[in-house]
């Protein structure tokens, strides 16, 4: 019971009595509270019943301070002391008539008394208005609001003198309770793209010392839903002055382009019953669509050796550009343009928006003749900021895309004008860009400047060889997915031989909405690749939302989620597998098509194919890594974080955050990440060797659903001679070469 009693009680004993006790506890489960007096004896224990107060959390043990606001040289001491109030010198009514007190000297009627029975009605009648303030508080918070709001005699946060401090009567009223602001009176999906869930937060800004608990008692209605728990809670502070905030998230999946959806939610804290009642409302809109400007390097560089036996630069680029050409997905658009010392068209106007990847589509087609038609110019210098500045106003004649990005190739300095610097403050797109080579090579620093700048990245892949035949394609798939929404969820590369059979796990969640598995490979007929379900079912195009694709080195498999079963339940979450083993009639033709690359040829034969699986998610979790550096020599800071969201929201639950970390001199290790917030996680590296440094960053945790999730990004950072010097510009004296 919550009788709203404060009792005071100027007394005390040295010892400790059952009756004392029985007392204290009768008050404390009754709702009431008990100040006492600690006792005037100072160098002894606090007396009974004030030292109960440890034991009951309505008991309040009250010591003295002097007009000096020191403690007074009577009070008693020790930990069971809750705070002290003035009682030194206290003018007070007294009695009329003789007691043992005027025996000894007091005045009836009126007198100056002192002692902790004169500070401990203080205590009692600042609980009374510290409980008239606010009458929907308890006992023990009444209790709470005077700890904390009492004014600490040095130090200290606690002494045994003084306790939590000296009592401030104007300070417990004005915090007595609960001050509550709702911060948005309505929530507003607008735009959500189709078949994807977002999430919106009912927020109360909260000031208080007590537990404050809110929850829904009517709605969400309509087609809304509660995101993760339809309750929230606050527990007690001592700080009363910093807001707290209190979330319910609510919960809208765009269906069809053009929904129009409104509802209402009701909100009640337990502890004012108050309420509040939000209005809903949400519209649907075609999932983004984006157009991809390629700008391409075509240098007399790019006819040297790439490192993969047999192919020259330009030979790599074009059987990547390629792979992104028969994956990126339908309703994007592509164009391309080119630059050695000055800027090229080459795809333009852009093509799109592009059919599905299979079947006849005259706009991919164009794109792939336009690839293969591209060349390098014997005589061709690098102006890198000319192609970035074409790309850019080709872009800007473009009109039907929600997203426009540059992907920018280059495998050289940049030594002639525009430069980089030049043409940086009129680019509004994102960049990404690929440095085909080593940073001394390249000399990144402008190139990761601007892609920086406008929300992109620039990834290098240092020295080729024949173990990284599709390290490009997989960058290019790596940015495509960050232009188009898409998250990896895992990246194993590894070699298939004849007769073995490599299943291959992935984990995907109820927040993912479709998912592309791709398969890299010299030729697709040269492995056969199918999907197992977490429940064993076999998964390949025949089901009516899976369909599979093929390229001259790709095939993969886009499905959209749930897939529907005969039985009418649907496969989505949960440890799905890719499925490999060699066709034994292609392995064959594939391997006499290598007799002029011995190396290749002894390779393959004893290890079998290289292959590279790349599991994509267009999903509701989001990761979104980044790398900066405070200088691109040698002793730089690499500053890497992760922020993972789930339905826009930072992910409550802790993950496993890791990088494997290859250095410049090929060595590895693992490098972990420091949670530094909700969903934030961080790490610091010092750079100490010149060259580049790669990092696989990789997040392993469970959804609200408890559904374990991964997550996968490539970064490079760069340290190299040179590396902090001002970026080339046109006021520069030139210095071209055939780069």
């Not at 035949?469 to 895992?490: C, M, P, R, S």
């Not at 530094?676 to 590296?685: A, H, K, N, R, S």
Request: overall charge negative.
């Amino acid at each position: 019971n919550n009788l709203q009693v404060v009792i005071n009680m100027s007394a005390g004993w040295p010892d400790a009595h059952s009756a004392l006790e029985d007392a204290v506890e009768y008050a404390h489960d009754n709702g009431m509270i008990f100040c006492l007096a600690v006792g005037n004896d100072y160098g002894d224990p606090v007396g009974f019943p004030a030292a109960y107060s440890d034991n009951f959390s309505s008991i309040i043990a009250v010591g003295s301070t002097d007009e000096d606001d020191t403690v007074s040289n009577f009070s008693s001491e020790g930990p069971e002391v809750t705070v002290v109030a003035p009682g030194g010198d206290i003018f007070s009514t007294m009695p009329t008539y003789d007691v043992t007190s005027t025996d000894l000297g007091a005045s009836k009627d009126y007198d100056e008394q002192s002692g902790t029975s004169m500070a401990s009605p203080f205590v009692a009648g600042l609980a009374s208005l510290v409980w008239s303030k606010e009458p929907l508080q308890n006992s023990e918070q009444v209790k709470d609001v005077i700890i904390n709001t009492a004014i600490k005699l040095d130090t200290a946060d606690f002494s045994n003198a003084w306790g939590y401090g000296r009592v401030d009567a104007e300070e417990a009223v004005a915090k007595a309770g609960w001050d509550i602001d709702l911060v948005y009176n309505s929530l507003d999906f607008i735009d959500i793209p189709e078949n994807e869930t977002t999430a919106r937060a009912i927020r109360f800004d909260v000031k208080s010392f007590h537990e404050t608990e809110f929850e829904i008692i009517s709605g969400p209605t309509g087609v809304f839903e509660v995101s993760f728990e339809g309750s929230t809670s606050l527990g007690k502070s001592t700080d009363y002055d910093t807001l707290r905030d209190a979330y319910i998230w609510i919960s809208y999946t765009g269906v069809n382009d053009g929904d129009v959806h409104n509802g209402t939610v009701e909100v009640q804290c337990t502890q004012t019953q108050q309420t509040w009642v939000l209005n809903i409302t949400a519209n649907t809109v075609q999932r983004p669509s984006s157009c991809v400007m390629m700008v391409l390097d075509q240098s007399n560089s790019m006819s040297f050796d790439s490192g993969i036996e047999g192919h020259k630069r330009i030979d790599v680029l074009k059987y990547s550009a390629n792979i992104l050409t028969d994956f990126i997905q339908e309703g994007n658009a592509m164009g391309i343009v080119s630059f050695d010392q000055d800027a090229h068209n080459i795809l333009i106007p852009v093509v799109g928006p592009l059919n599905a990847p299979s079947g006849i589509d005259l706009d991919r087609a164009k794109i792939r003749n336009s690839i293969a038609a591209f060349t390098h110019n014997p005589s061709g210098t690098t102006s890198i900021g000319d192609g970035i500045k074409r790309g850019h106003d080709q872009l800007n004649t473009v009109v039907g895309y929600d997203n426009k990005a540059l992907l920018v190739l280059t495998d050289g300095k940049e030594n002639e004008e525009q430069y980089i610097s030049d043409i940086s403050d009129v680019i509004d797109e994102k960049v990404f860009a690929v440095g085909l080579g080593t940073a001394a090579n390249i000399n990144p620093n402008a190139l990761t400047q601007i892609s920086n700048d406008t929300g992109g990245y620039t990834l290098l892949t240092d020295e080729l060889n024949n173990d990284s035949y599709f390290k490009l394609a997989k960058y290019f798939l790596q940015i495509l997915a960050g232009i188009t929404n898409e998250d990896i969820v895992v990246d194993p590369s590894g070699w298939l031989n004849e007769g073995e059979v490599h299943k291959i796990p992935f984990n995907l969640t109820a927040s993912d909405i479709s998912s592309d598995i791709i398969l890299l490979m010299p030729y697709s007929d040269l492995i056969e690749f199918y999907l197992e379900a977490p429940d064993g079912t076999i998964v390949d195009a025949s089901f009516a939302t899976v369909n599979l694709h093929e390229g001259e080195n790709i095939k993969f498999y886009r499905a959209t989620f749930p897939v529907p079963k005969s039985a009418g339940s649907g496969l989505h979450e949960g440890k799905w597998h890719a499925v490999l083993k060699i066709n034994p009639k292609h392995f064959k033709r594939y391997l006499n098509s290598l007799d002029k690359y011995p190396n290749t040829y002894e390779i393959t034969k004893k290890h079998g194919i290289q292959y590279t699986l790349l599991v994509h998610a267009y999903s509701n979790l989001r990761m979104k890594a980044t790398l900066s550096q405070n200088s691109h020599e040698l002793g730089a800071n690499m500053h890497l974080r992760v922020a993972l969201s789930e339905y826009g929201v930072p992910i409550k639950k802790s993950a496993s955050v890791k990088a494997q970390l290859t250095y410049p001199d090929n060595t590895s290790t693992t490098v972990y990440f420091n949670k530094t917030e909700q969903g934030i996680y961080e790490v610091d590296l010092k750079a100490n060797a010149s060259g580049i440094y790669k990092f696989r960053i990789m997040a392993d945790g469970n959804t609200y659903r408890q559904h374990r999730y991964t997550r996968e990004q490539v970064l490079t950072g760069t340290i190299y001679k040179g590396g902090d010097n001002t970026p080339p510009t046109s006021n520069d004296t030139p210095h071209s070469s055939a780069e």
